[in-house]
């Protein structure tokens, strides 16, 4: 049983440009979260999907959007990138919102 | 908006000492996880407490969680090398993460 995916491992954009980050679940979630963590800090709630539909959020702009998709693998989308977008950025599923959280391996975002 | 600190940032400790990390949040948790992160890894989920006053055991770890549901601490007893990492809490649904606790342990 394969745990949380998450593709591509690293990337390196330059300021201004687009990004897709793209998570698939743990068998049997339905829940996934994503989370921003810079060096040396604990990660950064962004939001959660369920049914497809974003369920919460935490205190990131516009520019970072996301989708669930039927199979209820997730996409992370950052448009209009800034240097201080460079981080790892973590998705976690979950059998529901309320339950233990399996992280993935992360992608590591570079902005030049 | 919720903030949940953690205390302290960094603890060296030898091995076979014991260690604590406290975590403190402004408002009432409906609940807390802990979190191990490896360095160069990824946060790999410990325990979940719910109930007030909740004191839960993972071999040489022990976790609490107070009586007003607005605290939480985790206690390694005797140390090895391998309990090296951050440890993070989390609260209430895991949406706010504290800072961490990283631990180094010197053999």
């Known amino acids: 049983d394969a745990g949380v995916t998450q593709s591509p491992t690293h990337l390196i954009k330059t300021r201004g440009q687009q990004v897709t980050l793209r998570c698939s679940p743990k068998s049997g979630h339905d829940t996934v979260s994503w989370y921003q963590q810079a060096l040396g800090q604990g990660p950064q709630f962004i939001f959660q999907y369920y049914e497809e539909e974003e369920r919460q959020r935490g205190n990131f702009p516009d520019r970072f959007s996301g989708h669930q998709f039927p199979n209820y693998s997730s996409e992370l989308n950052v448009n209009a990138l800034l240097l201080g977008d460079s981080a790892l950025y973590l998705c976690a599923s979950s059998a529901g919102s309320l339950y233990e959280q399996y992280f993935g391996p992360g992608t590591r975002l570079t902005v030049t | 908006g919720q903030q949940v600190m953690q205390i302290p940032q960094y603890q060296h400790v030898q091995e076979g000492e014991d260690f604590t990390t406290y975590c403190n949040s402004s408002?009432?948790?409906?609940?807390i996880q802990w979190y191990k992160q490896r360095p160069g890894g990824h946060p790999v989920f410990l325990i979940q407490?719910?109930?007030?006053?909740e004191v839960k055991k993972q071999k040489r770890l022990t976790f609490q969680f107070g009586e007003a549901k607005k605290n939480s601490s985790l206690h390694i007893t005797a140390t090895q090398t391998t309990d090296v990492g951050t440890y993070f809490c989390a609260g209430s649904g895991k949406f706010y993460f504290g800072s961490g606790t990283k631990l180094n342990v010197k053999p």
């Open positions: 408002t009432t948790l409906s609940n």
């Open positions: 407490l719910v109930k007030s006053g």
